[in-house]
Every structure is written in structure tokens, then in C-alpha cells.
């Protein structure tokens, strides 16, 4: 497998961020894909249930995304869309940025916007360096800004391991934390695709269903997401995430359709 097409498998398993995740994409490969999910959340705090759609066309210098969310979280109901892009100025420096805005009374964030860029190193191509920043805005007075770096390595034609970390600071009060996080991709495009993922760190606000906002926490998480070829062009996507706080855990799955070309 290529590694155009490892890259193109990281970010089609990870969802429908405002930002492009795996943050290794290179042009070459469109798709069209829908589903959705559903997670447990225990405690009352309200599960997770919705659909969401995604779009992507790519060009010789740039892929564009275009995402769609509509679900239930929390108890409380939105839509979420967002618009991003990634272009290469060259065979070793492309840059991403991506905007999104949510409806529904506190989920959903009002407004978000991301920025990164990234450096491919060695002769290879094989390391990449990514650097970026994020800026959130709730419906009410909370907001987040955050720096992030990722380091990735195609450890083979089948085989790509990424690691990454975020600075976050919540207002009011400038609150910082601290994440990491970890994936491994295997397999082969055309046929089945494996994503292992997790993370963990500490949250400054989460607004969830609870009379008073959670506050200042640790949490974790991991999730797995299997591509399948079921012809050339067309398969299934399934996932499975599970994430835990000390005031509740959240699991459950994802299904979805997808036609790539």
C-alpha cells in the first residue's frame, strides 16, 4: 500500500472533525460517506445518538471536506457543519484549516476554527512534523484556545504510527490543560483498513446535561475503526469508542456506507 493511501484511511476513520485529523492526507483520493452512531452514557447524563455525512474532493494541490453532524447529546439537540482544506505547496510542506459552527443550546460549539501546518522529513518522506493551534466559542461565556503538535511515522508500506499533544486554556479563568494522544493504522487500501487510537489528559469545562458545569478533570479514551472493501469503489466503515470521566463513561458505535474514487 501507498502511503497516499495509508494517509487517506487514517483520515477517513476519524470522523467529522472541524479540522482534518491524521493530519497526513495527501490529494489523490475522493469519497463520499454516511452514517451513524450511537453511545451509552451512564450516570443520566444522556446518550449520544445521530447521523452525520461527509464529503471530500480531491485535486493535484488540495482536498476539500465538507462535513455534516445532526444528533442528540447531553439531551440536548444540534447540527453541526464544517468546511476544510489542506493544501501542498510542495512534496514536503502542506498546510490545513477548517471552520465549524453547531447549533442546539450548549453541545455544539457556536463557532470553530483550526490552523496547522505540516514538514515531511528524510529522503523518504517518512517522518511528518505538524504544528497547529484551535479556537473554540460556546453558545455561552466559555471558550478555548489551544496549541498542538503531532509527530508521524510510516514504520512500512502497511504500517503508520502517529503521536501528538495539546495545550488548552478555557476562559474564564485560564484554565490549562494537558492531552496526549496515539494511533496506529494498518492494512490495505482496497481491502480492510485497521485504526487504533486512545488518549488521555486533563478537561477545563465540559457543558453537559448536569445542573453545574463540569470542571477541571481527567479523562481518557479509546477507540478502533475498521474499513472494509466490499467492491473496488464501495464498502462499510464500523467503529467502536469508549471515554471515561469520574463523573461518567460514554460508549457505544458507529456505522456508515462510503464510495471512494
Known amino acids: 500500500m501507498t502511503r497516499s493511501t495509508l494517509a487517506f484511511a487514517v483520515v477517513a476513520a476519524l470522523g467529522t472533525p472541524s479540522l482534518v485529523q491524521g493530519q497526513i492526507v495527501p490529494p489523490g483520493s475522493s469519497w463520499i460517506e454516511a452514517g451513524g452512531f450511537y453511545q451509552h452514557v451512564n450516570h443520566d447524563f444522556g446518550s449520544w445518538t445521530g447521523g452525520y455525512a461527509r464529503l471530500v474532493l480531491a485535486g493535484s494541490r488540495d482536498v476539500w471536506y465538507g462535513d455534516a453532524k445532526l444528533q442528540e447529546a447531553f439531551r440536548d439537540r444540534g447540527a453541526y457543519g464544517a468546511l476544510a482544506n489542506v493544501h501542498h505547496f510542495g512534496s ?8 465549524g459552527a453547531g447549533s442546539g443550546k450548549y453541545v455544539l460549539p457556536r463557532f470553530r476554527a483550526d490552523a496547522a501546518l505540516t514538514l515531511k522529513l528524510g529522503n523518504a518522506h517518512a517522518l511528518l512534523l505538524t504544528a497547529g493551534g484551535t479556537y473554540v466559542k460556546s453558545k455561552s461565556i466559555y471558550s478555548d484556545q489551544a496549541l498542538f503538535g503531532s509527530i508521524a511515522w510510516y514504520a512500512g508500506p502497511h504500517a503508520l504510527l502517529e503521536a501528538g499533544g495539546r495545550l488548552n486554556w478555557s476562559d474564564p479563568g485560564a484554565v490549562r490543560t494537558e492531552r496526549v494522544s496515539g494511533s496506529l493504522t494498518l492494512g490495505k487500501n482496497g481491502a480492510v483498513l485497521l485504526v487504533l487510537r486512545g488518549g488521555a489528559g486533563t478537561e477545563g469545562y465540559q457543558l453537559t446535561s448536569a445542573p453545574v458545569t463540569l470542571q477541571k478533570f481527567r479523562s481518557q479514551e479509546v477507540g478502533v475503526t475498521l474499513r472494509t472493501w466490499l467492491a473496488p469503489h464501495f464498502g462499510v466503515v464500523e ?7 469520574k463523573f461518567y463513561t460514554r460508549a457505544g458505535g458507529s456505522l456508515g456506507l462510503f464510495h471512494a474514487w
Open 92 to 99: 514536503r510542506v502542506f498546510t490545513q484549516v477548517g471552520v
Open 239 to 245: 467503529g467502536g469508542e469508549w471515554y471515561h470521566n
